[in-house]
């Protein structure tokens, strides 16, 4: 098991940028696959964005293509989430997730390949 707890979510404009961190504690960080998920009130959980277990790797949702960016330090056993272009559809909470998976496919953008979340943190952006 691997504990996620997110940070740097908040209100801004549209049009602004927010870094999503999300810190990890536990089993060895650099083996695991992280994942950004957001859930905006009444929809369901939908991926963002995923990054391999050594950075080199990533997937994007289609929306934030060239909005957002993925990266992480497995020295700092840290993730982030760069979110630039911010927009109102942004508005959501977003989770941060992990998984062990020897091999960075397109599976890693459903929620059913995670089974470590973080508790969530809540991104805003007004019109």
């Known amino acids: 098991q691997v504990q996620l707890v997110e940070s740097g979510g908040g209100l801004v404009q549209a049009g602004g940028s927010l870094r999503l961190s999300c810190a990890a504690s536990?089993?060895?960080?650099?083996?695991?696959?992280m994942g950004w998920f957001r859930q905006a009130p009444g929809k369901g959980r939908e991926f963002a964005a995923a990054i391999s277990s050594s950075g080199d790797a990533t997937y994007y949702e289609d929306s934030v293509k060239g909005r957002f960016t993925i990266s992480r330090d497995n020295a700092k056993n840290t993730v982030y989430l760069q979110m630039n272009s911010l927009k109102p559809e942004d508005t959501a909470v977003y989770y941060c997730?992990?998984?062990?998976?020897?091999?960075?496919?397109?599976?890693?953008?459903?929620?059913?390949?995670?089974?470590?979340w973080g508790q969530g943190t809540q991104v805003t952006v007004s019109s």
């Open positions: 997730a992990a998984t062990y998976s020897p091999a960075f496919t397109r599976v890693v953008v459903q929620t059913t390949a995670y089974y470590n």
């Open positions: 536990g089993r060895t960080f650099s083996n695991y696959v």
